[in-house]
């Protein structure tokens, strides 16, 4: 009798391993600023990235892949929720981000990843820069997440005097900032030292790993460089012919050799998609310590291609088709993709602009659902992409001194297939295409509802 009980319930424990295994583990790595140009796989010739190299070749290189936004927090509040910022409030066109006296933050009626695959028995942890509310009601906490071990927003905040970015990264001069880190929502340590950030992140992010076991996990680690100012570690102090944004970003390399070394130990890799990617293009200003969009035009804070269109590298050994997609995809394809894939469905109850990739991924077709690309500023439509055409209504350079949008009628219209770089305005040999394109912004305007503005508000007042 006790023999048949032990033997049901070791029946009963393979059953429940076997469908944890079937649901596929998720780790998001998320850098800050990182240019369309910057990894050596994605063509600069003096940064090495050999990590991320052979990520890029196990698994997929996606050249076409964006964000929702050209600036932190609204693209930051798109990956999340695989919703336009502008469906949330969590866009603005005078408050561009949030900021430490701001009194909003990701409204708790969103439905993010990690709270939907909470749904779906998943561990959820987020590490590094939320940039989504600093007050304990928006905190990663409120929206899924177990745990949180990070700084509340960018890292160029909370100076303590004036302080020039170049300079203090210079000089190394992380004193400077004021800025907390917290665990949970508590803050254990203020101001943070910077340059141990990144290595401090990914122990975290190790640890996370190798305490999750067998357990389906979700781990968004969003890194704050190489975000202005620059800082690195020790281990990596002039180690780079790229000089300081070189030696930035190749420790970022070294974190995710580590976390794929972690995966592999644990021996979870071939049962977890990590995805490396960006929040927007490079911050083009600070020159050598800003970044490269590589061919692509313009930067942050802009809706040319460099300010929006990242580097992106997917690997699910064994699972993902490994090669180079062309096609497009998006953060906001995340959460559906996600969901998807951990067996779980969402909820009809509102709008989302991410499509499920999990096909494409795993090489079940040879296209990509997504054909269309809206490309906000603050909380205008300035542009949108439809196949290889892309049509400009608006556009403007938001880091390079331009005050007021250059609005531009007719539109201009380029095809990114030919000319990525976006030097070559056709709008005159393509009405057709441009009335087209015309339309569709048309119809999609004329689909999003006004929300509350999440992002304008500031505490005491």
């Not at 990525?420 to 999003?448: F, M, N």
Request: proline share 7%.
């Amino acid at each position: 009798m006790k023999a048949s009980f032990l033997s049901l319930l070791a029946l009963i424990a393979c059953a429940t391993n076997s469908f944890a295994a079937e649901k596929p583990n998720f780790v998001i790595i998320f850098c800050d600023d990182l240019g369309y140009g910057d990894l050596s796989s994605f063509g600069h010739p003096t940064i090495k990235t050999p990590n991320l190299d052979t990520m890029a070749t196990e698994g997929q290189k996606w050249t076409n892949f964006y964000v929702a936004a050209c600036v932190c927090t609204p693209s930051r509040a798109g990956l999340l929720t695989g919703r336009l910022p502008v469906r949330n409030g969590m866009c603005s066109d005078t408050r561009r981000v949030l900021f430490p006296d701001s009194s909003g933050g990701l409204p708790t009626t969103e439905i993010t990843i990690s709270s939907a695959l909470k749904k779906s028995g998943y561990h959820t942890a987020a590490i590094g820069k939320w940039h989504l509310g600093h007050l304990p009601e928006f905190l990663p906490t409120k929206h899924g997440f177990d745990s949180y071990f990070g700084i509340p927003y960018s890292n160029d905040m909370d100076p303590i005097r004036r302080v020039n970015p170049i300079k203090a990264a210079e000089e190394e001069n992380w004193e400077a900032y004021n800025l907390p880190l917290m665990r949970d929502e508590e803050i254990i340590e203020r101001p943070v030292n910077q340059t141990t950030i990144t290595r401090r992140y990914t122990e975290e992010a190790v640890k996370k790993i190798e305490g999750f076991g067998d357990e389906p996990f979700f781990i968004y680690l969003a890194h704050n460089l190489p975000h202005i100012p620059l800082f690195r570690g020790k281990d990596f102090k002039d180690t780079s012919t790229a000089g300081i944004y070189g030696d930035v970003v190749e420790e970022l390399d070294w974190s995710v050799g580590e976390i794929r070394k972690a995966l592999e130990k644990s021996g979870v890799s071939e049962n977890t998609l990590v995805i490396f990617t960006s929040d927007n293009g490079p911050w083009l200003p600070f020159k050598q310590h800003g970044g490269s969009a590589g061919m692509l035009r313009d930067g942050k804070g802009s809706t040319w291609e460099g300010g929006m269109r990242e580097p992106t590298i997917i690997a699910w050994p064994g699972i993902i088709q490994p090669g180079i997609v062309h096609d497009m995809g998006a953060t906001l394809d995340l959460l559906p993709t996600f969901v998807s894939l951990a067996g779980g469905t969402l909820p009809d109850d509102r709008t989302y602009d991410g499509v499920d990739l999990s096909a494409t991924l795993k090489g079940e077709t040879d296209t990509s659902p997504r054909d269309e690309m809206f490309y906000y500023h603050g909380e205008q439509l300035f542009a949108v992409r439809k196949g290889q055409y892309k049509a400009h209504f608006k556009t403007k350079t938001s880091y390079s001194g331009q005050k007021k949008a250059e609005v531009h009628n007719p539109p201009l219209l380029y095809h990114l297939g030919s000319d990525p770089g976006e030097q070559w305005d056709i709008a005159k040999q393509h009405p057709d295409i441009v009335k087209e394109l015309q339309d569709l912004s048309a119809s999609h305007t004329k689909g999003v509802k006004p929300v509350p503005n999440n992002l304008n508000g500031v505490i005491g007042k």
